[in-house]
Each structure stands twice: as C-alpha cells, then as structure tokens.
T-cell receptor, first 112, second 114 residues
Framework: DQQVKQNSPSLSVQEGRISILNCDYTNSMFDYFLWYKKYPAEGPTFLISISSIKDKNEDGRFTVFLNKSAKHLSLHIVPSQPGDSAVYFCAAQASGTYKYIFGTGTRLKVLA | ETGVTQTPRHLVMGMTNKKSLKCEQHLGHNAMYWYKQSAKKPLELMFVYSLEERVENNSVPSRFSPECPNSSHLFLHLHTLQPEDSALYLC?????????????FGDGTRLSIL
C-alpha cells in the first residue's frame, strides 16, 4: 500500500501561469517532506523541503505548502517556465527514521 | 556536474552474466544508497551504507550484491538476474544518514535483462 501518493500522473500548464503539484500521504508519522525534479535521462534533483513544524516554505518561484490535518502537500511554481517541464516526485520521511518514501511522480509540461 | 556519477549509463545483459554498476560521489558525503525505479512505480530503496558499513538491506534478493570500499564509491554487483530486474538503478548520497538530509542522485544506470 502506497504511503505517498501523487494521484495526477501528468499536468499541462501555460507558460507564465501557476503550476500546482499535489501529494497525499497516509502515515501520520511523516514529519519531513521533499520535492525532487527529474529531467529525462537524468537523476532526480532536490528542489525544496519542508518540516512539519512549518506549513509553508518558499524558495524563489517554488513554494511548498503542508496541510498536516489533511495529510497533503503541494508544490506551487509561479510563474511556470518551459524549463520546468519535468517529472516531480514528492518524498516523505517519518519521525525517528532516515528512509524516504517516494511518490510515483507527476509529469509537468509547461507550454510556451 | 551532479556530484554523483554512475557508470555505465546503459547496460544490457543476459540472465547468466555477471556485471557491476559503479557509483562515485564527489560531495564528501558519508552515506550512500542504491534505489531501483521500475516503470510507474515509486523509487524503492535497496541498500544503505553509512561510513562504508551496510546499515540497510531492504529485502533485496541475493543476486544483487552491494560493495562500499570507501565513502566515495559504491558498487552493485549483479549475477543471474531475472527479466523483472530490468529497471533504472539510481545511486544517491547524503551528508550523513541522519534526519532532514536531502539525498543527491546520480543519473542512473538503465539496466535491461534479456
């Protein structure tokens, strides 16, 4: 049973608009979350993280929101650029562990 | 430069062959990881090494044999693999095995078993 779910396999957004990628989790022990971006033929690249003591973390065009009561996090990219077209993975880490549990990814396509 | 280099990038092998995947990290990290990514599945953690000591073997079949001779190098030795082992194998490293440590990934080895 998947503990980290990315229910949208793909998303298309117009350049300049906001991209919102979603991630749901089931394990209430998760307290640290990350987003990775992956281009074809490359490994995942760390993008942004958030600890459960926060509900928002911002880095330039990227903002991650955490809703602990809903067990939901989202990544907002604004404004979206064609270079943002990639697969985005969310990952979660439970309290007291070092393992990350990954989602299956969402493919974002930003249209010029 | 990714900081984590994996070779080869692609590997095709028969079920009776023996081959090795190599990973090298240039980040001064103390923890290294092997992951498997199959189509439409999440990344699966296979092995974890911390300061060259294996600390995790995630129920991986013995036909996969890891080796970590030093904190910069990690190998995955393969023998008598099965077709279902065809996947992307990713190596990653982190500063240590502790909490809140983002992992840095290599570009992976795409493995195909004939």
């Amino acid at each position: 049973d998947q503990q980290v779910k990315q229910n949208s396999p793909s998303l298309s957004v117009q350049e300049g608009r906001i991209s919102i990628l979603n991630c749901d989790y089931t394990n209430s022990m998760f307290d640290y979350f990350l987003w990775y971006k992956k281009y074809p033929a490359e490994g995942p690249t760390f993008l942004i993280s958030i600890s459960s003591i926060k509900d928002k973390n911002e880095d330039g065009r990227f903002t991650v929101f955490l809703n602990k009561s809903a067990k939901h996090l989202s990544l907002h990219i604004v404004p979206s650029q064609p270079g943002d077209s990639a697969v985005y993975f969310c990952a979660a880490q439970a309290s007291g562990t070092y393992k990350y549990i990954f989602g299956t990814g969402t493919r974002l396509k930003v249209l010029a | 430069e990714t900081g984590v280099t994996q070779t080869p990038r692609h590997l095709v092998m028969g079920m009776t062959n023996k081959k090795s995947l190599k990973c090298e990290q240039h980040l001064g990290h103390n923890a290294m990881y092997w992951y498997k990514q199959s189509a439409k599945k999440p990344l699966e953690l296979m092995f974890v090494y911390s300061l060259e000591e294996r600390v995790e073997n995630n129920s991986v079949p013995s036909r996969f044999s890891p080796e970590c001779p030093n904190s910069s190098h990690l190998f995955l030795h393969l023998h008598t693999l099965q077709p279902e082992d065809s996947a992307l194998y990713l190596c990653a490293s982190s500063r240590n095995r502790g909490r809140d440590q983002p992992q840095h990934f290599g570009d992976g080895t795409r493995l195909s078993i004939l």
